[in-house]
């Protein structure tokens, strides 16, 4: 997403999917659609705005790679927590 607010990444359909899937949340560098939708689902999201304007979906995505964005950099294996008032990333699992 590189931060781009020119269109939405993420919208309801692949919420669905990423919820699914099992997952328990998404992290998004740039905006998302749907977001009413995606609210009443049971998988969290992260992303900077919403944006009407669907991807144009041209390029498959990587996976298993380094993430890095706003000075954080993300690695395969990262555990990453999130809530309303941001986002935590740790090398393992933490304890409470």
């Not at 899937?21 to 998988?43: F, H, P, S």
């Not at 890095?68 to 993300?74: D, E, K, L, P």
Request: glycine share 14%; net charge negative.
């Amino acid at each position: 997403g590189g931060g781009s607010m020119r269109c939405a990444l993420l919208g309801d359909n692949l919420a669905a999917m990423a919820m699914a899937n099992g997952w328990n949340g998404i992290i998004v560098n740039g905006c998302v659609r749907d977001t009413e939708d995606i609210a009443t689902m049971q998988v969290g999201v992260k992303a900077i705005a919403p944006h009407p304007v669907k991807s144009s979906k041209r390029d498959p995505g990587m996976r298993d790679v380094l993430v890095s964005f706003a000075g954080v950099q993300i690695t395969p294996g990262d555990w990453v927590y999130a809530d309303m008032d941001g986002i935590l990333v740790a090398p393992g699992q933490l304890a409470l």
